[in-house]
C-alpha cells in the first residue's frame, strides 16, 4: 500500500475526485462510487490547508475525537492515540474530531509542535480537524500536512474522548482505514480496495486533460476552443 500511496501523491485532490465520483456518467474514467453532492466524500470550504507548498499527501486514517475534560471518563490517554498509530504499517492521517462547546471551539489552538512531532514519528504524512489549532511555524518543518479551519495561540484543558471511531470532518465522513488525499483544495476519502482503480483513472484522467489544455493554448478562436471542450461542461 505504501508504494501505491505515494503514486497517489503525484496528482492533485481534484483529479483524484475526478477519478472517484464527480462525473458518474463518464464510465470510463470515474468509478462513481458516491453520490457527487450528498455522498460526504471530500470536505467542504471550512477546510484550509495551512502549506499549500508541501502539495499532495495520501495516508491511512486513524480517527480521535478530543473534548473537554470528564472526570466520569478517563478511560483514554495521549499514550492510547500513539499506540493506534504504531498499528498502522503505511503512511497516516489523522482525522482530528474537536467536540467542543462552540464558544471554545473557536478558541481552541488544539494541536500544536509537541504533538506534531510525535506524530510524525509515528508515521503520520498529513493531520487534518475541523477546529483550529496552533504552533503553524513549528510544524512547517516537519513535512507534515496540516489543515483546519484557522488558527489559535492557546487553549484550555482537553481530553481524548474516542480512537478510531467513525467522525465527519468538515463535511466529510471518515471511517478508520479509510484513505484520504489531501492538498491545499480539502481532502478526500474512499476506501483502499478502491486505490488501484482510482490511479488507472486518474492517470487517464490527467493526459487527456494535459491534451485538451495544450490545444486550447494554442488557439484564441472562440469555437474551436468550444469544440475541444465539447462535451466537458455540457
Known amino acids: 500500500m505504501k508504494d501505491l500511496l505515494k503514486e497517489l501523491e503525484k496528482y492533485d485532490t481534484p483529479s483524484i ?7 458518474p456518467q463518464k464510465h470510463d474514467t470515474c468509478l462513481g462510487q458516491y453520490h457527487p453532492w450528498n455522498g460526504h466524500w471530500y470536505t467542504n470550504q471550512t477546510l484550509k490547508c495551512m502549506f499549500p507548498n508541501l502539495g499532495p499527501k495520501a495516508g491511512v486514517v486513524v480517527t480521535v475525537v478530543y473534548g473537554m475534560p470528564d472526570p466520569l471518563y478517563e478511560r483514554l490517554t495521549f499514550k492510547d492515540l500513539l499506540l493506534a498509530l504504531d498499528k498502522i504499517k503505511d503512511p497516516i492521517v489523522l482525522a482530528v474530531k474537536q467536540n467542543f462547546p462552540p464558544k471554545i471551539k473557536k478558541r481552541n489552538g488544539l494541536l500544536g509542535g509537541n504533538m506534531l512531532t ?7 504524512v ?31 484543558p ?9 467522525v465527519n470532518i468538515c463535511g466529510m465522513h471518515v471511517m478508520p482505514k479509510d484513505i484520504i488525499h489531501m492538498d491545499e483544495n480539502g481532502a478526500v476519502k474512499f476506501s483502499s480496495e478502491m486505490v488501484t482503480s482510482i490511479l488507472d483513472n486518474v492517470k487517464r484522467i490527467t493526459e487527456a ?15 474551436m476552443i468550444a469544440e475541444i471542450l465539447k462535451g466537458v461542461y455540457d
Open 17 to 23: 475526485t475526478n477519478a472517484i465520483a464527480t462525473y
Open 118 to 124: 510525535a506524530f510524525k514519528s509515528m508515521g503520520v
Open 126 to 156: 498529513g493531520v487534518l480537524s475541523d477546529g483550529p489549532s496552533r504552533d503553524v511555524d513549528e510544524i512547517r518543518a516537519l513535512n507534515v500536512q496540516y489543515m483546519l479551519t484557522g488558527v489559535t495561540a492557546g487553549h484550555g
Open 158 to 166: 482537553f481530553a481524548i474522548e474516542a480512537i478510531n471511531v467513525p
Open 209 to 223: 486533460e494535459k491534451k485538451r489544455q495544450n490545444m486550447i493554448k494554442k488557439t484564441t478562436d472562440a469555437l
